[in-house]
């Protein structure tokens, strides 16, 4: 009698890696330019209503009280305003994808052009004083950090405390006209406005900076102390390291997350903080542009003006959101 024996199961075929890390890239890139795209959308809304909810007729106000009823009625036509509000809409999202912001009611020169000729200047402040702020706050917050470790030198936490709050409530502007009294006025060492040359830089800039460089050095500091107290540096030390490989090569590339996060942040400030710095220093940048359009009513060139900071925003924002998820995949690009 044959005995049977039964087949040999087939061999479980191992499952293959589905690129876990890559599809959760994947995830991350798609949401992040999900929430671009909205971003994005909230701003182009926004500035395409600034027109309409102004009180009484925009060209009227911009052109004058005294101006004549067939110019503005011409305007309103070249603007499309007499249209409903729906097909403006919809004109306005077709000339922004083709690069037009429309053309400025006072000078009838195109947006684009206003816009492309101011922002150098105002780009230029704004990344000098960046760099400024994150080359003083680094050192800084990490020298405090080190030399107030587990409570020594209370006089020099104090200080630096009170005085690193002080200076980061202080509004940007209003320590631009102190610098202007002192420096520019009183002493005379560099020019009062204007654009000139490297030295009409160093009081724009840190009127700027020294603010942001304040708050980022105390969250440097509070990084900092942190990291030290962990095992990985106490083993360190244990292997008797030199201090400056200790704390440049083990203890601030972990302490730098928090600070990449508040140093975008701080950047968008910025941007958005020069409106204010460039009308003291009579700096031509786009914050001045603005605020002079304001005054004058000039609605296309405010609209174009909110877009390009607004965008800028968006911009710095996401790219920190990318740099984060560079130095710490796990946690960031695994957030749901």
Do not use: C
Not at 157 to 178: K, M, N, Q, R, T
């Amino acid at each position: 009698m044959t005995t049977l024996t039964p087949a040999a199961a087939p061999p479980r075929s191992v499952p293959k890696p589905q690129g876990r890390l890559g599809g959760r890239w994947t995830r991350f890139a798609l949401r992040r330019t999900g929430r671009l795209l909205v971003s994005l959308w909230v701003l182009v809304t926004v500035s395409f209503l600034m027109i309409h909810l102004v009180p009484g007729d925009p060209v009227r106000a911009a052109l004058g009280m005294t101006a004549p009823t067939e110019l503005v009625e011409a305007k309103r036509q070249a603007l499309g305003l007499n249209d409903p509000l729906l097909t403006q809409y919809v004109h306005y999202l077709g000339n922004l994808l083709h690069g037009d912001l429309g053309e400025s009611i006072t000078t009838q020169l195109p947006v684009s052009e206003t816009i492309s000729q101011r922002l150098p200047a105002t780009a230029s402040l704004a990344v000098l004083a960046f760099l400024v702020a994150i080359a003083v706050a680094v050192p800084l917050g990490v020298t405090v950090a080190v030399a107030t470790r587990r409570g020594r030198r209370r006089r020099t936490e104090l200080a630096f405390a009170g005085g690193s709050v002080v200076l980061g409530a202080i509004p940007d502007f209003l320590v631009g006209v102190a610098l202007v009294a002192v420096f520019a006025v009183g002493l005379g060492w560099f020019p009062v406005a204007g654009r000139t040359d490297a030295s009409s830089y160093v009081l724009p800039v840190l009127a700027l900076a020294i603010g942001p460089a304040a708050v980022l050095a105390r969250i440097v500091r509070v990084e900092m102390l942190a990291v030290l107290e962990t095992d990985y540096v106490r083993t360190a030390r244990g292997k008797r390291l030199p201090a400056r490989r200790i704390y440049l090569r083990h203890a601030l590339p972990n302490a730098v997350t928090a600070t990449l996060t508040l140093g975008g942040m701080l950047l968008a400030s910025m941007v958005a903080g020069t409106v204010l710095v460039e009308n003291v220093f009579s700096w031509p940048g786009l914050g001045s542009t603005i605020v002079q359009s304001i005054v004058t009513k000039d609605y296309p060139v405010v609209q174009g003006t909110v877009l390009v900071y607004g965008l800028g925003v968006l911009v710095i924002n996401t790219l920190v959101d990318v740099a984060l998820a560079v130095l710490d995949p796990r946690s960031t690009i695994g957030e749901l």
